[in-house]
């Protein structure tokens, strides 16, 4: 049985081991430790993930949450205020994602509390999720012994689940002016910097329609004020969930570099990149009707979301494991206001038992 107390337990003692991207490797030993003690076989990957496995691998289900947190500065100093567990407003909480490293570890334990077998299972907690989904990227597809996961690392009421999540590209760009005295000979510049804004203020930014958003998100260019700039250099990002619509996106926001460059006659290095591909999965996906009937179990109506961000079920659907991500319930991530609520993450860790308990039969 899922036990509350252990579970808050559990949760306080991941949050206070901090983790900031690229410094899990104090939580991944502590993680190994845990599987271990669990009967799974667990180790390190070449990029710090922790992986484990059952004995008994065919069929197996992959459950997957990630280890880092974004910039965490100092301790974490979590209050709980009867069901609510919240950040004391100088930190993060670091439920993103620890609340679905939690769940995870509660329901595993509760299952052979039980007297009940583990069906077979692939757990993978990732590095550097917060900096570009980079632990789950370097996953080696031969680790990979599941077909279908649970990522549990979203937002929202408990029995949320989500089914689509973006295709995202990154975009970087370098604009090439010419210096000059700002005050004695401005003319004989080229303003890398004005070439830049002109760029970005005719591109369309921010929510383009419910399927699509652009950001420009970096500008670092300039020397001095009495200088003209000769270089700047810009990053931004556009995301949708229909890769014709990020493709007309992204050429929008290269023609308005192109063009500001023309106008001007400064030089211009531009790349685009994807950074992960999209998912769209259905309520008759396999995997979505097994837990949409876990979570009617639990006496709730699934929703089915989709999503604008994306998260390691991005990489792992990209590499043939057909993956949805399940909410734990955590609210107003990588902010000083961050929260979950204990009842939420003991629905969640229930919801996940009732598909190792079906699926162990």
Do not use: C, W
């Amino acid at each position: 049985m899922i036990q509350p107390d252990r579970l808050l337990r559990t949760f306080l003692e991941l949050l206070h081991i901090p983790s900031p991207s690229g410094q899990e490797a104090a939580i991944a030993q502590h993680l190994l430790g845990r599987l271990q003690a669990l009967g799974l076989e667990a180790r390190l990957d070449r990029a710090g993930n922790v992986l484990a496995y059952t004995p008994q691998r065919e069929g197996a289900l992959l459950l997957g949450a990630h280890m880092d947190t974004v910039g965490q500065k100092g301790e974490v100093h979590p209050v709980v205020e009867g069901d609510l567990i919240r950040s004391d407003g100088s930190n993060i909480l670091g439920g993103d994602d620890k609340s679905g490293i939690a769940i995870i570890l509660e329901a595993l334990t509760s299952l052979l509390e039980d007297g009940k077998r583990l069906p077979p299972l692939q757990v993978a907690f990732t590095v550097s999720e917060e900096v570009g989904l980079l632990g789950a990227k370097a996953l080696d597809p031969a680790d990979l012994v599941a077909r279908e996961g649970i990522e549990l690392d979203t937002g929202g009421p408990a029995g949320t689940i989500i089914v689509q999540a973006p295709f995202q590209d990154s975009l970087h760009m370098v604009v090439h002016g010419k210096k000059a005295h700002a005050g004695a000979e401005p003319e004989k510049g080229i303003n890398a910097i004005r070439v830049a804004a002109e760029a970005i203020a005719a591109m369309p930014l921010g929510r383009i329609d419910e399927e699509t958003t652009a950001n420009i998100g970096v500008i670092h260019g300039g020397e001095a004020t009495n200088i003209v700039p000769d270089r700047v250099e810009v990053r931004g990002e556009a995301r949708s969930r229909n890769p014709q619509k990020l493709a007309r996106q992204v050429e929008a926001m290269v023609r308005a570099f192109q063009e500001a460059r023309d106008r001007h006659g400064a030089g211009l290095d531009l790349e685009v990149t994807r950074a992960y591909e999209g998912y769209h999965l259905t309520e008759e996906t396999p995997i979505v009707r097994e837990l949409m009937a876990a979570v009617r179990a639990q006496g709730l109506e699934p929703t089915l979301m989709p999503s604008g961000g994306g998260s390691d079920a991005n990489i792992l659907n990209a590499l043939g494991v057909t993956t949805v991500n399940f909410s734990t319930g955590m609210e107003a991530v990588h902010t000083p206001e961050e929260r979950v609520r204990l009842s939420d993450m003991v629905l969640g860790a229930r919801i996940l038992e009732e598909v190792l308990r079906r699926r162990a039969g």
